[in-house]
């Protein structure tokens, strides 16, 4: 696992050229690694930063971190701007971190009980048993924390009572107070207009930071995020959805001039 200074990747976009009008046109991302995932891109509902910069104010993490679902890199990046080691990686290439990487992948490791990082922060794909597969595997490689963004929904299921959360509780659960709303493919702020085909379903599910704590496992407890903590992150928030957003206008760029 590499720590070091992460750069944001322009991978050659991949062309095809029109039988009709003989035109090269420039395809989106492809993963390397083949999953039925693969239909709905991955399940990219990217996460504003307030969300985690809510979360670094109520729990501490202490060494480096891997992001293995990054995205576009919205956690790596806060996280950076903490002054954190973070290793970015996805199943699919977004432009930020190391691509065709399955998390699913390292089940072998979890299993021999191998540690990768010191902690974990994500939020993780939630098609088919992805979120249990994250949790299980997430735990066994970590040293310190597991932290994961997910449903509340999530604790619910008999399946995963028995094939989780009986074997590893979560330490604590971390439920915003202040409704957290995430849409497909791009970061919206409280306020923002939310996008059109995202309306019905928007706002409409409560998330919770589920934490793993290998220091204090025995401990389980819930506990909320106060809106006021919410609130008092939101500029920088913004700014790094700014940030994010105007490196994803230079790669598309970059895309359309090769
Ligand atoms: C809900 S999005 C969250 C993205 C990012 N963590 C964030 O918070 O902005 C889930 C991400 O998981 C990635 N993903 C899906 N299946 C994966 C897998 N098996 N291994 C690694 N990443 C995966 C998707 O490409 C997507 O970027």
Wanted: aromatic share 10%; with cysteine.
């Amino acid at each position: 696992m590499h720590f070091g200074q992460e750069r944001f990747q322009t991978p050659m976009p991949k062309t095809k050229k029109s039988k009709l009008s003989g035109k090269e046109y420039v395809l989106a991302p492809q993963p390397r690694v083949q999953r039925k995932a693969d239909s709905s891109e991955g399940d990219y509902y990217p996460t504003p930063p307030w969300a985690l910069l809510a979360l670094l104010a109520v729990e501490e993490f202490q060494g480096n971190v891997w992001e293995p679902a990054c995205g576009e890199g919205y956690l790596s990046l806060t996280l950076r701007s903490r002054g954190m080691k973070v290793h970015s990686s996805d199943l699919f290439g977004r432009g930020y971190g190391t691509a065709g990487v399955d998390f699913t992948s390292y089940r072998e490791h979890a299993d021999q009980g191998q540690k990768l990082a010191d902690n974990i922060i994500t939020n993780p794909p939630y098609l088919e048993d992805l979120p249990a597969e994250f949790m299980k595997i997430g735990h066994s490689v970590t040293r310190n924390k597991l932290a994961l963004l997910m449903r509340l929904a999530v604790l619910e299921g008999q399946e995963r009572y028995h094939d989780v959360y009986t074997k590893i509780p979560p330490s604590r659960v971390w439920i915003f107070s202040k409704r957290l709303t995430m849409v497909k493919n791009r970061v919206i702020h409280p306020g923002d207009k939310v996008p059109e085909g995202e309306k019905k379903k928007a706002g409409t599910v409560a998330y919770a930071w589920f934490i793993w704590d290998h220091k204090s496992p025995d401990v389980k407890r819930f506990d909320f995020i106060p809106p006021a903590i919410c609130n008092q992150v939101m500029a920088e928030s913004k700014a790094i959805t700014q940030l994010v957003e105007s490196r994803r206008d230079r790669l598309s760029s970059l895309r359309m001039a090769a």
